[in-house]
């Protein structure tokens, strides 16, 4: 199974920064990671897509990067509605899977 | 407006079954796989599999062969994961979800004596 180790765990920020949020995987995925965003409580809303394509109605602050085994999700401008726990997930190897996830708080 | 729209919590008995439905609305049902994902103590996740609801056709995460079942009722457009012989370890919440942007709310299974 490929492993997705996503970083960092958990961090605390400001409104108006701007973060990255890293997911390595054990061997090269071309492009195929998600970016998964999960407020406490709720259900799951997909952001990105093939490493770099937004979803449909994800503002564009949000954006995705990367190549070979190594990805980001990068947010800039930090809102208030941007903390929330962030996923990502590869689907370029069966079984996807998941990295552990970065959970954004306010500092 | 997309919807998926899920079965209500389940407390079922350690070696029951239980099955979850996935309601979907507002697009093209046979067009897209149907995934399902368990997510266990509130963080960490797994791919249970997909269904293509368009001929049935399906794909497992081996971890859960035997132990989960996707079928899905084309007339009503719902998804369906079966689970049996449930122990403490199936205790967490599945969501459907189709092309990672769409989730279901998520079902939560409780497995207790």
């Known amino acids: 199974d490929i492993l997705m180790t996503q970083s960092p765990s958990s961090m605390s920020v400001s409104l108006g920064d701007t973060v990255s949020i890293t997911c390595h995987a054990s061997?090269?995925?071309?492009?195929?990671i998600g970016w998964l965003q999960q407020k406490p409580g709720k259900s799951f809303k997909g952001l990105i897509y093939?490493?770099?394509n937004l979803e449909d109605g994800v503002p564009s602050r949000f954006s995705g990067s990367g190549s070979g085994a190594d990805y980001s999700l990068t947010i800039s401008s930090l809102e208030s509605e941007d903390f929330a726990d962030y996923y990502c997930?590869?689907?370029?190897?069966?079984?996807?899977?998941f990295g552990g996830g970065t959970k954004l708080e306010i500092k | 407006e997309i919807q998926l729209q899920q079965s209500g919590p389940e407390l079922v008995k350690p070696g029951a079954s239980v099955k979850v439905s996935c309601k979907a609305s507002?697009?093209?049902?046979?067009?897209?796989?149907m995934y399902w994902v368990k997510q266990s103590h509130g963080k960490s996740l797994e791919w249970i599999g997909y269904?293509?609801?368009?001929?049935?056709?399906?794909s497992y995460n081996q971890k859960f062969k035997g132990k989960a079942t996707l079928t899905v009722d084309k007339s009503s457009s719902t998804a369906y994961m079966h689970l049996n012989s449930l122990t403490s370890e199936d205790s967490a919440v599945y969501y459907c979800?189709?092309?990672?942007?769409?989730w279901g709310q998520g079902t939560l299974v409780t497995v207790s004596a």
């Open positions: 269904i293509d609801p368009y001929n049935g056709g399906t």
């Open positions: 061997q090269g995925i071309s492009s195929n």
């Open positions: 997930v590869q689907y370029a190897q069966f079984p996807w899977t």
């Open positions: 979800a189709f092309k990672f942007a769409y």
């Open positions: 093939h490493g770099t």
């Open positions: 507002g697009y093209a049902f046979t067009s897209y796989n």
